[in-house]
């Protein structure tokens, strides 16, 4: 889940790219991406099996997501990369984080799978609803909003 976590995360850059008609740097860190990927996967199965896996699909999107996404960010807009990492990433899933840890220390656990069902739905739609608020265009909205009803009531 952290591994695609993080791949989740690392595809915005992606967007940029395709935003500003050059995808070149896309196709140059796929193939390291698959380089890392594959031949680390191989050592590492044989080794550790699907947990080594994991930790290896953990450390290769890391890398991807704090070594490649910085490089792409800042060749196509210089200083972007503080600026994403902080406002439009850690301010959103570090609430939504909290959200969810607190939850799963709140519920509690069952084999019954119709209730895991409705504690997904629950905890999903507290973890969406966290990370709406915390995002930048609501906090704009809010902001409209507040300034449209007391100016008009002046």
């Given at each position: 889940?952290?591994?695609?976590?993080?791949?989740?995360?690392?595809?915005?850059?992606?967007?940029?790219?395709?935003?500003?008609?050059?995808?070149?740097?896309?196709?140059?860190?796929?193939?390291?991406?698959?380089?890392?990927?594959?031949?680390?996967?191989?050592?590492?199965?044989?080794?550790?099996g699907?947990?080594?896996?994991?930790?290896v699909?953990?450390?290769?999107?890391?890398f991807?997501?704090?070594?490649?996404?910085?490089?792409?960010?800042?060749?196509?807009?210089?200083?972007?990369?503080?600026?994403?990492?902080?406002?439009?990433?850690?301010?959103?899933?570090?609430?939504?984080?909290?959200?969810?840890?607190?939850l799963?220390?709140?519920?509690?656990?069952?084999n019954?799978?119709?209730?895991?069902?409705?504690q997904?739905?629950?905890?999903?739609?507290?973890?969406?609803?966290?990370s709406?608020?915390?995002?930048?265009?609501?906090?704009?909205?809010?902001?409209?909003?507040?300034?449209?009803?007391?100016?008009?009531?002046s």
């Amino acid at each position: 889940a952290i591994g695609n976590f993080f791949l989740a995360i690392a595809a915005f850059p992606y967007y940029l790219q395709y935003a500003k008609g050059n995808l070149r740097f896309h196709l140059y860190g796929n193939i390291v991406f698959v380089t890392l990927l594959i031949p680390s996967l191989i050592i590492v199965v044989n080794n550790f099996g699907g947990v080594g896996a994991g930790y290896v699909w953990i450390g290769v999107n890391a890398f991807y997501l704090f070594m490649w996404v910085p490089f792409i960010n800042n060749y196509f807009v210089k200083g972007l990369n503080k600026q994403w990492y902080i406002y439009d990433i850690l301010k959103i899933c570090i609430p939504a984080i909290i959200t969810s840890c607190l939850l799963s220390s709140f519920l509690p656990a069952t084999n019954n799978r119709i209730y895991i069902f409705f504690q997904l739905c629950f905890v999903g739609f507290l973890i969406l609803l966290v990370s709406l608020i915390m995002s930048g265009d609501v906090n704009k909205m809010k902001y409209k909003l507040k300034y449209k009803f007391f100016h008009e009531r002046s």
